[in-house]
């Protein structure tokens, strides 16, 4: 299904395409946009997502970056896993094989991250992968640890009710079936801002509407029990945070959280009026916060390439 939606919105096409292995054997598929020779960065998307889900950024990032994105396991193009092949330590996993399978040795880049793929930067933070290749990082509309607890998709007050039922509603094993008007006021309740477009709300609906029910209920229940803070304070890489004022999903306490936590916050930024899905609701304010961090600590390759001819030169 995933191949002829993304040919229908006329996605970006990848320079190339590979499957990155990961330490279980699990295939994880990449996509690489862009130049070679260009500045690198990486996107991680969220739960029930898929590398589409980047299409903004992509676009506007490939015409001067090497852009690598891939689909987290069990989306997109990206083989489902065994029964016990999803975990927190498994997106980890994965995306050291994503780095080492696209980037050289010692190759930095910045790393964006959405939801599932912020907490995925959070589990790899202890990971030789991602200590060797991540020159700073970007933490989209995500949490670390009680996402039950703080959720406010099920509109009741906090307790074990609510608890109870967001629950639920994570594990459901119900198929999420075609995209419907119904469907779509569903998803736009309950991950986007009331002002998103009728656009933005079907292109978000197309995307969680393809991800298999078997992997979307094994990473519910793995977000369900998640607890990554131990992984924020290990983050030590400079790190800037956003997040969506309406986002019910990870609302802004979990994001103010995170900065207070992290070694090296770069500021966190709410986006008034913004949802979950803020790379697709706010494509410009995510899109300009990775060059800016593009920019501040990643020189272009032909630079620094330059400078170690520099310093050699200066040594003989």
């Not at 990155?20 to 946009?33: F, L």
């Not at 996107?43 to 590398?51: Q, R």
């Not at 589409?52 to 896993?81: C, E, M, N």
């Amino acid at each position: 299904m995933s191949r002829p939606l993304r040919a229908a919105h006329h996605r970006p096409v990848p320079a190339r395409e590979l499957m990155a292995v990961s330490a279980d054997g699990s295939r994880i598929h990449v996509e690489v946009h862009g130049r070679d020779d260009a500045p690198a960065v990486v996107l991680s998307h969220g739960w029930t997502c898929n590398t589409h889900f980047w299409d903004a950024q992509i676009r506007d990032l490939a015409t001067d970056h090497k852009v690598i994105a891939y689909d987290q396991r069990g989306h997109g193009t990206s083989p489902a896993a065994g029964r016990d092949g999803y975990s927190t330590e498994a997106l980890a996993d994965d995306l050291e094989a994503v780095l080492a399978a696209t980037l050289a040795p010692g190759e930095k880049a910045v790393l964006a991250g959405h939801s599932m793929g912020g907490m995925t930067l959070m589990s790899a933070s202890r990971r030789a992968g991602l200590r060797e290749h991540a020159a700073a990082v970007l933490l989209c509309s995500t949490g670390s640890s009680r996402l039950l607890a703080e959720a406010r998709v099920v509109p009741l007050r906090p307790g074990a009710v609510r608890t109870r039922m967001t629950r639920a509603i994570l594990g459901a094993r119900a198929p999420l079936g075609p995209v419907t008007p119904l469907s779509r006021r569903i998803l736009k309740y309950g991950t986007m801002g009331a002002g998103s477009s009728p656009h933005r709300v079907d292109t978000c609906a197309r995307i969680v509407h393809d991800c298999p029910r078997r992997p979307r209920v094994a990473w519910g229940h793995v977000l369900a029990d998640l607890d990554l803070d131990e992984g924020v304070r290990e983050l030590r890489v400079p790190t800037a945070v956003i997040a969506g004022t309406e986002d019910r999903l990870t609302p802004p306490v979990h994001a103010r959280a995170i900065a207070a936590a992290l070694p090296d916050c770069l500021g966190l930024t709410e986006l008034s009026g913004m949802g979950h899905m803020t790379p697709v609701e706010a494509p410009d304010v995510v899109t300009a916060k990775i060059r800016e961090l593009v920019t501040a600590y990643l020189p272009a390759r032909g630079t620094a390439v330059a400078e170690d001819k520099m310093k050699e030169e200066e040594v003989a």
